[in-house]
Nanobody, 122 residues
Framework: QVQLVESGGGSVQAGGSLRLSCAASGYTYSSYCMAWFRQAPRKEREAVAAIDSDGGTVYADSVKGRFTISKDNAKNTLYLQMNSLKLEDTAMYYC????????????????WGQGTQVTVFS
């Protein structure tokens, strides 16, 4: 059974940084596509970034140049380094995983964590 547990969220002033982590278990971590999504109140869940089994990455235009997705296969952990945070980055951030498909679409992913809240204030 796939388990994903996010951590690292919090409150940060605009322009600051946070690093999110997602601890994974229950599957062959290195062979899966991993991704970060976010959902703000009254908005649909949107993709932030994804990383495939070979380490290839893709980002939403809104975070390119500010966020970096990475993973440590030895630790079964996914990361999201977020720099130059903006007010509009405020959302619940979710980790997702799937063994078959990869990309910036919520429909690709069948496994989800519970989320970690990121709040950016001015």
């Amino acid at each position: 059974q796939v388990q994903l547990v996010e951590s690292g969220g919090g409150s940060v002033q605009a322009g600051g940084s946070l690093r999110l982590s997602c601890a994974a278990s229950g599957y062959t971590y290195s062979s899966y596509c991993m991704a970060w999504f976010r959902q703000a109140p009254r908005k649909e869940r949107e993709a932030v970034a994804a990383i495939d089994s070979d380490g290839g990455t893709v980002y939403a235009d809104s975070v390119k140049g500010r966020f970096t997705i990475s993973k440590d296969n030895a630790k079964n952990t996914l990361y999201l380094q977020m720099n130059s945070l903006k007010l509009e980055d405020t959302a619940m951030y979710y980790c997702a995983a799937d063994g078959d498909r990869c990309g910036l679409w919520v429909g690709y992913f069948s496994n989800w964590g519970q989320g970690t809240q990121v709040t950016v204030f001015s």
